[in-house]
């Protein structure tokens, strides 16, 4: 089978440098080691480095148990309320925080003390997503589709300011920056959809076009990778999303002659290899 392997698939510059972090840490041998939420989006990694030794940390009340050691915060970075927390414990803090959602937080902390309404386009539950609302120091909303947007209203006087989640499906992103315009609010836009999203999605979108059949690999709670299989799947109907090798049980039609093969941020190397050297094997 000829494959198609795209050039931005796997860990962004963000992912590998958080990953990083722990796995120092761990060298480092200096105590207990903790992460905010598991690291990444991958049951492969995290089981790696449970068994290492690192415990994560699910929800603000389990920090109660924790008294000492290093708390490594994931690259979609934390609320400033759990931030604050983690300060007042006395534990030592290892703020993976990307720059491009570090970005995102000083963006809407000064439009917002300009008294600037947020608008955040983005998943109201994703927890970079509650981070960002949370160093909003006025009124601030969460929308999560061109549909949200299109019944959305505020008063005409209204100064907002619009971000996305860095992770945001990039076309629907533009449908919703042309019905804020169309509606003629003030709005300042910042585009905030990082670009290593932007690259990984263009290029997903453009080799499912051109393939027979497009395999996603990612976690099932990673949302870009779920937005690569959206944006896949309508180009291609053959699009596939696995989260390991052990997923894939393609029975592909006979003229089925190309495959493309993507993966979200948090996707290890070693995995989408696995899956190219089966597919160009085995088909
Ligand atoms: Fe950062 Fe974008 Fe990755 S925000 S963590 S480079 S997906």
């Keep these: 089978m000829e494959v198609i ?8 510059f963000g992912v ?6 722990v796995y120092e840490q761990i060298k480092s041998g200096k105590g207990n080691v903790y992460t905010y939420g598991p690291i990444i989006h991958n049951e492969t990694v995290v089981k790696d480095l449970e068994e290492k030794g690192v415990k994560v940390i699910e929800t603000f009340e389990e920090l109660d148990s924790v008294t000492d050691g290093t708390i490594i915060i994931r690259s979609h970075g934390v609320t400033k309320q759990v931030y604050e927390a983690l300060e007042q414990k006395g534990l030592e803090i290892i ?17 917002s003390e300009k008294g600037k309404t947020i608008v955040v386009i983005g998943s109201s539950v994703h927890p970079e997503v509650e981070g960002i609302v949370s160093y909003a120091n006025g009124p601030v909303y969460v929308l999560e589709s061109p549909d949200e947007a299109r019944v959305f209203t505020v008063d005409s006087g209204t100064e907002l300011c619009l971000v996305a989640q860095t992770t945001f499906n990039y076309n629907k992103f533009k449908e919703t920056i042309e019905i804020f315009e169309q509606k003629g609010y003030n709005v300042n836009i910042v585009n905030t959809i990082c670009s290593a999203t932007e690259e990984r999605q263009t290029e997903a979108e453009k080799i499912a076009e051109s393939v027979d059949a497009m395999i996603v690999i990612g976690g099932m709670h990673s949302s870009n990778t779920r937005k690569l299989y959206e944006i896949c799947s309508k180009k291609c109907a053959n699009t596939y999303f696995i989260q390991t090798l052990e997923d ?14 993507t993966a979200g941020a948090s996707t290890p190397k070693k995995i989408i290899e696995e899956v190219q050297n089966y597919v160009r094997r085995n088909f």
């Design 5 to 12: 392997l795209a050039e931005h698939a796997g860990f962004c």
């Design 16 to 21: 590998t440098k958080a990953v990083d972090k």
């Design 95 to 111: 703020d993976a925080t990307c720059p491009f959602v570090k970005r995102i937080h000083n963006i809407v902390a000064k439009e």
């Design 248 to 261: 894939l049980h393609l029975d592909l039609p006979s003229e089925v002659k190309l495959v493309g093969i």
